[in-house]
């Protein structure tokens, strides 16, 4: 049986190869409208804000929680094409690469909600990233439809 390790590598994998995909697409999407806001989506509303915000989130939970780096979060204003977000996802693949080597070995995670302290698995904050990825990249496939654009699929299986 393979381990945990090797499981969330290969599903981290899956995560970037649809990441990519959705990069890609966005490659194709004006400048203009890569940071146009459209206050119907949360965060920002932009495709270039919803994908800081992923980023963010990432940085909070793996980077800042779970691995103790102190990460600044990046500013939407600091990615104003594709390649700055292509780039911000590479320290974030970065710092993924080192929770995941160590997952097996990292204990629980202790954090703060409005009325108390909470303790997670590190598989469960993996998880909660991963979705929380996925469900702001059907945001963005829906903002850029609103754009005039004809999504693309990006899910694992295509």
């Known amino acids: 049986m393979e381990s945990l390790?090797?499981?969330?590598h290969e599903q981290y994998q899956y995560v970037k190869g649809s990441r990519k995909v959705l990069f890609?697409?966005?490659?194709?999407?004006?400048?203009?409208?890569?940071?146009d806001q459209n206050t119907s989506f949360g965060r920002g509303g932009?495709?270039?804000?919803?994908?800081?915000h992923i980023a963010n989130t990432y940085e909070y939970w793996i980077a800042?929680?779970?691995?103790?780096?102190?990460?600044?979060?990046?500013?939407?204003?600091t990615c104003t094409t594709i390649k700055d977000?292509?780039?911000?996802f590479e320290s974030v693949d970065d710092f993924m690469a080192e929770f995941i080597s160590?997952?097996?070995?990292?204990?629980?995670t202790v954090f703060e909600n409005p009325n108390a302290l909470n303790a997670t698995k590190p598989f469960?904050?993996?998880?909660?990233?991963?979705?929380?990825?996925?469900?702001?990249?059907g945001q963005i496939l829906?903002?850029?439809?609103?754009?005039?654009?004809t999504p693309i699929d990006t899910d694992i299986m295509r």
């Open 46 to 52: 932009s495709i270039r804000n919803l994908l800081v």
């Open 124 to 137: 469960q904050l993996f998880s909660h990233v991963i979705t929380h990825e996925y469900h702001h990249k």
């Open 142 to 149: 829906s903002l850029s439809r609103h754009l005039g654009y």
């Open 5 to 8: 390790t090797f499981y969330t």
């Open 64 to 77: 800042n929680h779970v691995l103790q780096k102190n990460k600044i979060y990046t500013e939407f204003e």
């Open 85 to 88: 977000v292509k780039i911000l």
């Open 24 to 35: 890609d697409y966005c490659e194709t999407i004006s400048s203009e409208d890569f940071v």
């Open 102 to 108: 160590k997952i097996e070995q990292l204990e629980k």
